[in-house]
């Protein structure tokens, strides 16, 4: 397993892939490295990227409305993917 694991941080250190950390007792990893949201069944523990544009007034209102400079967020929805719900 080290081999995979050693594979792994290469991919990430190249920009290739990103941990994903969802609090979970496994690492997850994401091939979509560009910024997106996140839908997790909480059902079957599935994690769906959601093809929504990001929000990036998000940041600005953050930065606006406290004493921090807000650069980027993360956002994750939660709920019953289509195939829990049966519609799959």
């Not at 609090?23 to 949201?37: I, K, L, M």
């Not at 600005?60 to 519609?87: K, L, M, W, Y």
Request: hydrophobic fraction near 35%; charge should be neutral.
């Amino acid at each position: 397993m080290g081999t995979v694991y050693r594979n792994l941080h290469i991919l990430i250190a190249q920009g290739l892939i990103k941990k994903i950390d969802f609090g979970s007792t496994f690492d997850r990893f994401d091939a979509n490295v560009g910024p997106h949201y996140h839908f997790i069944c909480e059902r079957c523990g599935s994690i769906i990227d959601l093809e929504l544009p990001i929000d990036e007034s998000l940041n600005e209102r953050v930065s606006r409305a406290t004493p921090f400079a807000a650069h980027r967020h993360r956002i994750e929805f939660f709920g019953i993917c289509d195939r829990c719900q049966g519609r799959g």
